[in-house]
């Protein structure tokens, strides 16, 4: 747009390593670097998550950051992350759009399908179960497991 111009998006594992994988205990983060092209501009971002078939499956916008958003920014190249945390996804191939988009939502633009990546199975959130998992999502749940008869004593 006017305001600004993205340079690249990365996806990054935890460690900061540029990669096309992140295990699914573990997640990771993308990175955005873009530049600021006009003094006093904001930049700010939405980004979109896909399965392999084209669902969208979540959209999380850059208003929780707390440097930035919102704010006049100086010229200059920047870079935003959005945490993607481990224990979320299934194993299996994702996408990302990218929205970006200026003060009040001004002067859009979206990239389509800017990253593909794997997320793998690592086998810690399987433990010891071998068979196959449904769906894009495979979040670590806290189980708990009482006896009845001590339930009902409390």
Not at 62 to 75: A, L
Not at 85 to 100: C, E, K, Q, R, T
Not at 101 to 118: E, K, L, P, V, Y
Not at 127 to 151: C, E, I, N, Q, V
Request: proline share 3%; aromatic share 12%.
């Amino acid at each position: 747009n006017r305001s600004f111009k993205i340079n690249s998006v990365t996806l990054k594992t935890l460690d900061g390593s540029p990669s096309t994988s992140i295990a699914i205990s573990k997640g990771g983060y993308f990175e955005i670097e873009f530049e600021v092209v006009q003094d006093n501009s904001q930049a700010n971002f939405s980004l979109i998550l896909y399965d392999s078939e084209g669902n969208c499956l979540f959209g999380s916008l850059s208003n929780t950051e707390d440097n930035n958003y919102g704010k006049p920014m100086e010229r200059g190249t920047y870079i935003s992350t959005c945490l993607l945390p481990g224990d979320i996804l299934n194993a299996g191939m994702f996408s990302i759009s990218v929205v970006g988009f200026g003060a009040h939502w001004s002067d859009q633009f979206r990239i389509d399908n800017i990253i593909s990546f794997t997320a793998h199975d690592d086998g810690i959130l399987r433990g010891d179960y071998y068979g196959g998992y449904s769906g894009p999502f495979r979040p670590r749940l806290k189980w708990s497991t009482r006896s009845a008869r001590s339930a009902h004593h409390e």
